[in-house]
Structure formats: structure tokens, C-alpha cells
């Protein structure tokens, strides 16, 4: 079974634009959770969506959104781009049932 | 607020050493535990969890952990460590039921030949 995928892998962007990352769960997974992760904050919540509908969300500000489709696919965005923005950003995935987690490789977005 | 204390940052060991990586959590409900490993250059894998029933956990690669609901810890080790466990360990925790990882800073571990 493939795992989770994010596509893409590297972005580098500039202060001020606006970005979309896209995770793609395991096949038969419905929630999935997106973390951000720096050196300085470590691994932060940022939200989880499952069916559709935004269940959980982390304390970042309304910059950072997401969605999620009905194949699970989930998207986030984050608007208005800042340097701090820099990250690692993790999406995970799993089951009905179950809160343990998948991880994918990771988006690495340097903003410049 | 719920919040993950690891207070090693990094350990040295040599091959054969025994391991033991420190986690305290804070929160007053029922929880969820983890350890999450990350070798070099891979992704987050999950080396074991804690839901319920016995306290003493085995994961992977010979890796346990014991919850001690008194201490609010959830301490990793393994008896004899070996190169390829060189990696950042991460213990996380999570309301039960919930999918929101709180996670601590993490712990690098070198292990030297």
C-alpha cells in the first residue's frame, strides 16, 4: 500500500505570495492532520480535516488554511507569505477508528 | 494546555549501550502516547503508541516504553543500541481519540560505532 505523498517536495516562494501544498493519504484513510515543523517550534498542529469538514485546529493564525476533498485528498494554503513561514510541513494521515498517525515526507517551503 | 517535556537533546552512546530517552506530559484527561522516529533524510515512522490496557509497550526495532500514569511519563529505551539507530526521537502525545499531536522538542541520538 503506498504511503502518504506531498507533493510538492521543495518550494521556494517570496514574502508576500501565497502557496498551496497537496497531500494525497494512505488509500482508505479519511483524516488527515498537517503539523509545521522548524528548529525553533519543533513540530506544531496546524489542523486536521476528516470528511470534508475541518475537526481540529492548531493555534496559527487565519493564513494558514486547508481543505480536503472527497477522495481525502487535503490541500493547505497559506496566504501573505512571511519569513517565519520557513518550515517543514507535514501532512499525516489514518484511519476510522484509530488516531494513529502516517506521516509523508514533507513539503520544505523556504520563503524568501 | 496540553504540553510535552523531552529533556535530553542529545545522546552520545556507543554500540551495545542500553538507552533510555526521558518524556513528561502535561494533561489532566485520558491520553494517547507515541514515539515517532526520524533517521536521517526519511520521514516520520512511528516506533510504538500507548492506548491502553498494559503500561509496558513494544515497538519496533526492539524499542519499549513504559507509561507511568503517576509520573505522567512515557519513557522510551532499548537494552542494547546499535548504529543504525542514530536518528531524532520524538514523543508525542494526544487527547484519546484525537488527532492533534502535541509533540516534545525531540531527542537526537548518536550512536558511535
Known amino acids: 500500500k503506498a504511503g502518504v505523498t506531498q507533493t510538492p517536495r521543495y518550494l521556494i516562494k517570496t514574502r508576500g505570495q501565497q502557496v498551496t501544498l497537496s497531500c494525497s493519504p494512505i488509500?482508505?484513510?479519511?483524516?488527515v492532520s498537517w503539523y509545521q515543523q522548524t528548529p525553533g517550534q519543533g513540530l506544531q498542529f496546524l489542523f486536521e480535516?476528516?470528511?470534508?469538514?475541518?475537526?481540529n485546529k492548531g493555534n496559527f493564525p487565519g493564513r494558514f488554511s486547508g481543505r480536503q476533498f472527497s477522495n481525502s485528498r487535503s490541500e493547505m494554503n497559506v496566504s501573505t507569505l512571511e519569513l517565519g513561514d520557513s518550515a517543514l510541513y507535514l501532512c499525516?494521515?489514518?484511519?476510522?477508528?484509530?488516531?494513529?498517525?502516517?506521516f509523508g515526507p514533507g513539503t520544505r517551503l523556504t520563503v524568501l | 494546555a496540553q504540553s510535552v517535556s523531552q529533556h535530553n537533546h542529545h545522546v552520545i552512546l556507543s554500540e551495545a549501550a542500553s538507552l533510555e530517552l526521558g518524556c513528561n506530559y502535561s494533561y489532566g484527561g485520558t491520553v494517547n502516547l507515541f514515539w515517532y522516529v526520524q533517521y536521517p533524510g526519511q520521514h516520520l515512522q512511528l516506533l510504538l503508541k500507548y492506548f491502553s490496557g498494559d503500561p509496558l509497550v513494544k515497538g519496533i526495532k526492539g524499542f519499549e516504553a513504559e507509561f507511568i500514569k503517576s509520573k505522567f511519563s512515557f519513557n522510551l529505551r532499548k537494552p542494547s543500541v546499535q548504529w543504525s539507530d542514530t536518528a531524532e526521537y520524538f514523543c508525542?502525545?494526544?487527547?484519546?481519540?484525537?488527532?492533534?499531536?502535541?509533540f516534545g522538542t525531540g531527542t537526537r541520538l548518536t550512536v558511535i560505532p
Open positions: 488509500s482508505g484513510h479519511r483524516s
Open positions: 499525516a494521515s489514518s484511519r476510522v477508528g484509530t488516531n494513529e498517525q502516517f
Open positions: 480535516y476528516f470528511s470534508e469538514t475541518q475537526r
Open positions: 508525542a502525545v494526544s487527547q484519546t481519540g484525537a488527532n492533534n499531536l502535541f
